[in-house]
């Protein structure tokens, strides 16, 4: 039994912007006031392992899957600066991309892909100083190939999912490494800011995605924020503009003319070591209205050594909710709860109820620890894979060296139903034990 396409779209896991997969180095070719040049390389190698695999497309076995996935980014990026005309940047990259082995445990790839693609290539417009009522650089302007982050990514996060040969027959290649998500921007892109980062800003824009496991949607988006020392409170807008319904599977049809809202608010409420967040979202289609949100707090342990902080997270999503494009924004679990079960397992960003416990700890300056606990607990079972259970993650990131980062991964899942009986994990409904080991380059 497969789930819906809308349901898979939110599962591709790779931490974008942690350490391990942002890591890179400019090679500074022209560093002046006036203008700037770099050559931009970064990669990611990942080695991964699972004891079980997941009926998610009907081309897995039970037993067991071992793989591989990397990537090299490469381009330039540069500006211009001008006290009477503003700011002018641009990047323009490609990624070179591979799965070997057998691929992921959930079938997204076989470990055939290979593709050597453009990535990002987009410019802009800030204006500096020359609108002081609007603050430091507040307008700014841009368009072309870009990802795009609205609020702390629980809607949109850019185009991330990396599905490969093992889709659909072939239908979703956008050429492997599924884990580590080495794509994100979006095909077409213009987004508008105003206001800066303080006080009353926001914007509005458009984008377009050619990634087909997304149907290739076009949406439109604005958003008003304020943000002040105690924290932000955020308003978003989505509409959909159309989706490739040829592509589009169960729900992804009605992205064509969706609107969302969202209501959202984080800092720490004048409070030093409190962190307060939350987001209450709500999709209005032909079929009706879906609502999701989240309400988390955590607090850091200022007395303590290794900057400990203890969190809790209650989110849960509706039945007939669309994952959209989350992905990862501020640490591990924003927005890919567990590393088994928004990879593999499921759920992926719908039909579910999750509470999460994390500890947070930097012991080092080169060393930082995560541990996550997770309760799933789907809504409706009926048509549907249950995907509820517990999980249980270690994640370390760890700077061996200035241009070497190495994290380390290890998690427990432990799902309710198998996949003959409901569930999605093949073979039996005993423990998984997964294991991955990323290392990152700079250069």
């Known amino acids: 039994m497969k789930p819906s396409l809308t349901n898979v779209i939110g599962c591709c896991v790779c931490i974008t912007g942690s350490l391990w997969c942002t890591v890179g180095q400019a090679y500074v070719l022209v560093d002046e006031p006036d203008r700037t040049l770099s050559l931009d390389v970064s990669s990611t190698l990942g080695v991964f392992h699972s004891q079980k695999n997941y009926q998610q497309w009907g081309n897995r076995a039970p037993g067991h899957s071992s793989w591989q996935e990397g990537y090299i980014k490469y381009g330039l990026s540069g500006s211009l600066t001008s006290d009477d005309l503003g700011s ?13 082995g057998d691929g992921d445990a959930a079938g997204f790839t076989n470990g055939t892909e290979r593709t050597d693609k453009w990535e990002e290539a987009f410019a802009g417009w800030r204006s500096t100083d020359l609108f002081p009522a609007l603050g430091k650089d507040g307008v700014e302007v841009s368009a072309g190939r870009q990802a795009i982050l609205l609020g702390d990514g629980f809607l949109v996060a850019g185009d991330g999912i990396s599905a490969g040969r093992g889709v659909a027959d072939n239908r979703y290649n956008r050429g492997g490494g599924y884990y580590i998500t080495p794509r994100r921007a979006f095909d077409q892109t213009f987004w508008l800011k105003l206001g800066g980062q303080q006080g009353l800003h926001g914007s509005l824009g458009w984008f377009k995605s050619d990634n087909p496991i997304q149907a290739k949607v076009e949406m439109a988006f604005s958003t008003l924020e304020y943000t002040a020392d105690m924290g932000t409170i955020g308003l978003t807008y989505l509409h959909g503009l159309g989706v490739d319904r040829k592509l589009a599977s169960g729900i992804q049809a009605d992205r064509d003319g969706m609107d969302v809202y969202s209501l959202r608010a984080t800092g720490n409420a004048g409070v030093p070591g409190l962190f307060l967040s939350s987001e209450i979202a709500v999709q209005n289609t032909r079929r009706g209205n879906a609502k999701a949100g989240y309400v988390e707090a955590a ?36 927005w890919f709860q567990g590393e088994v079960a928004a990879n593999y397992a499921g759920p992926f960003g719908a039909n579910t109820t999750i509470q999460q416990v994390y500890w947070r700890a930097q012991p080092y300056e080169t060393l930082a620890v995560n541990v996550l606990a997770y309760d ?25 060296t200035p241009t070497i980062t190495l994290s380390p991964m290890l998690g427990l899942y432990d799902p309710r139903k198998d996949a003959d009986h409901g569930g999605a994990q093949l073979g039996d409904d005993k423990l998984n034990v997964y294991s991955a080991v990323l290392i990152s380059t700079r250069f």
Request: hydrophobic share 35%.
């Open 88 to 100: 002018v940047f641009g990047t323009v990259n490609r990624t070179a991309s591979a799965t070997w």
């Open 299 to 334: 607090w850091t342990f200022a007395d303590l050594p290794g900057k400990q902080t203890l969190g809790y997270r209650f989110s849960q999503y509706g039945v007939e909710w669309d994952s959209l494009l989350y992905g990862f924004s501020r640490g591990y679990g924003t």
């Open 376 to 400: 799933f607990c789907n809504q409706r079972t009926r048509d549907a894979i249950d995907s509820s259970g517990r999980e249980l993650d270690l994640i370390l990131d760890w700077s061996v």
